[in-house]
């Protein structure tokens, strides 16, 4: 399967912990993208991250990949009760278009 | 960016019978792309939206099963054809402006077969 895993399945911190979540992925890829959704609604992006960055960040969030270790992580900073949601990353191969998405992150912040 | 929405947002439907899903884009989009999200999962690619020509579609899914159509830059349907009580799950359909790039998505198709 060309599904990345996440790790972990959940993550319940406390309002102002930070949360990190990590994926990996099997194959060479284009870019690697993070996405938020709100009880079983539309995904969110969040931030994408191409193969030859290493780091990015989008406020309170920061993105990082290790393409010889084919894994990312997302770290959010400061973690609001507005952040409990599911997180997935997904992956854009090598000289492709569409998205593979990770297994998820259930996150919950609670006040 | 682009505004994307779906027609319904839901349904209940009968074993048997076919439910066609529209999916609108605010703007042109290169590429747009139907997913389904089982209860509790995360997203498998159903077939990549095609304007003018075939859908193509990733394995497991087969056009007889998942019709598409994409008749111009900003719409597109997906059918759900001859419904069984495993196809209950929530359909999304995306687009992406630039090839590989961000895609956005609408806010999904719920469906449930009884």
């Known amino acids: 399967s060309q599904q990345g895993e996440e790790d972990p399945q959940a993550l319940s911190i406390q309002e102002g912990e930070n949360a990190t979540m990590n994926c990996s992925y099997k194959?060479?890829?284009?870019?690697l993208q993070w996405y938020r959704q709100n009880s079983g609604r539309g995904l969110v992006h969040l931030i994408l991250i191409r193969s030859n960055e290493r780091e990015k960040h989008s406020g309170r969030l920061r993105v990082t990949l290790d393409t010889s270790k084919k894994s990312s992580s997302l770290l959010i900073t400061a973690s609001r009760a507005a952040d409990t949601a599911s997180y997935f990353c997904?992956?854009?191969?090598?000289?492709?278009?569409?998205?593979?998405f990770g297994t998820g992150t259930r996150l919950t912040v609670i006040p | 960016s682009a505004v994307i929405s779906q027609k319904p947002s839901r349904d209940i439907c009968q074993r048997g019978t076919s439910l066609t899903i529209q999916c609108q884009v605010d703007s042109q989009v290169t590429m747009m792309f139907w997913y389904r999200q089982q209860p509790g999962q995360s997203l498998t690619l159903i077939a990549t939206a095609n304007q003018g020509s075939e859908a193509t579609y990733e394995s497991g899914f087969v056009i007889d099963k998942f019709p598409i159509s994409r008749p111009n830059l900003t719409f597109s349907t997906l059918t759900v054809s001859n419904m069984s009580p495993e196809d209950s799950s929530i359909y999304l359909c995306?687009?992406?402006?630039?090839?590989?790039?961000?895609?956005?998505f609408g806010p999904g198709t719920r469906l449930l077969v009884l």
């Open positions: 997904a992956t854009v191969e090598t000289g492709a278009n569409n998205l593979f």
């Open positions: 194959t060479s890829i284009n870019n």
């Open positions: 995306s687009g992406v402006k630039d090839r590989a790039e961000t895609q956005y």
